[in-house]
């Protein structure tokens, strides 16, 4: 049912100067609100581009531009809908904004838009998400997943798993209600087996969270060492361009410098730090404090030490700090020795050489496999932390249904329970049950127009 509520309006394309800029406005007889403020010739038709010019209050024409109508139900929200194109000046744009908000229309929240979508009917939870998840993307990859998800990949996924269960439960109070009749009934060992391969899909679709969450927002990389070792050259050598300063004087690097770049499609966010050791030079000292904070807030740390040069004290104390963390050794300048003091304390290291480039795509691959990418190659689909929460709690119910179905006779009515509380959380994914909690949590997240 396609509800419409008090109208709303925002910006919706970025602040700056643009060729054009989109008001957009939704909401219940949002044209019949601002219908003074438009001139144009004749009347305003449904889906169609109309030259119209914006006047204020004094009559004063603001602007021109293009406006189009979509009268509810056929619109984004759902409810009748405005977009108006102007020329891109934020003075423009925040003067049209202002004359509309004095027509009782008020400024939009960030993702009201979508969430009015939402409530309508016009999207599913998942595919709201994919919405922000899609304008977000920092690389092909995340684009093409959250594609997929908008067009309702993951829903259907979810979907057909809610609909398996709700079959089985079908079946379970059909042998309630008709025990005495001749009806087709499931054995429990074809209950254990629905249950079994319900199970092994959700399991299949947890395994892709940890890659969602990189895919989302980006793996952190931070280099880390002592000063010297080639941090700075292995961050180029990364990049595939000569950014950072490198010199054979210790302390080249003073600040941390951040690039970004993509691995099979993974946004990774790259820093080079200064190199960490005991200094009086107070503008080393604060570059050491930054890259230890970077070392501690990163996904993966890179620890590179110098293969050619006995290991130092420094070497060690930084190992440290790193080893508890998830963390990855890197032996560089091979090219010109590899002691074997040094590989005998990192046997598993990866050997590189910064300077010519050699090791560097083996340890890419390694940075991935160590971090536990996951690619669907072909799904593109990725689940995030909060589908993953839901998912285990269904999993764990039917897990403990599957390990109670085998060990004892179960009545149909325990059965029924525990299948309607499994599928309770897959509604709770594709957003049949929500709460303001849960809608607040996702749509907060938004951009102001969409
Ligand atoms: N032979 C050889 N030299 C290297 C290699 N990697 C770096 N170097 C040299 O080592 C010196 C230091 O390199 P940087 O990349 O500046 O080292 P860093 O760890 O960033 O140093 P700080 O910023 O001072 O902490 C430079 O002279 C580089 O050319 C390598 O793989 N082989
Ligand atoms: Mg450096």
Redesign the pocket.
Known sequence: MIKQREPIVAIATPFGESAIGAIRLSGYDVLGKIRDLIITKGEIKPRYAHFVKIRDEDGDILDEGILIYYPSPKSYTGEDMVEIFLHGNPLILKKALELFLTKGIRLAQPGEFTKRAFLNGKMDLLQAEAVADLIGSRSERAIKSAQKQLQGGLSSLINSLRERLLELLAYVEADIEFSEEDIPTLTKEQIINLLKSIDQEIENLLKTVKTGEFLRRGINLAIV??????????FNALLGQER??????????RDFLQESLTLKGIPINLI?T??IRDTEDPIEKIGVERSLHKLKTADMVLF?VDG?KPLEKEDIDIYSMVKDLDHMVVI?????GLRDEVLKEFPKAQR?????GEGIEELKDEILNRLGVYLTDSAHIYITVRHENLLKKSKEVIKSLINKLELEELSPEIIMLDLREAITYLDEIVGTITTEDILGGIFSRFCIGK
């Open positions: 060492g002592k000063p010297n070792v080639g941090k700075s050259s292995l950072a300063i490198t010199t054979p004087i210790p302390g080249t690097t080079d200064a190199g590179v050619s560089n300048k091979v090219d010109i590189v050489s910064a300077l010519r």
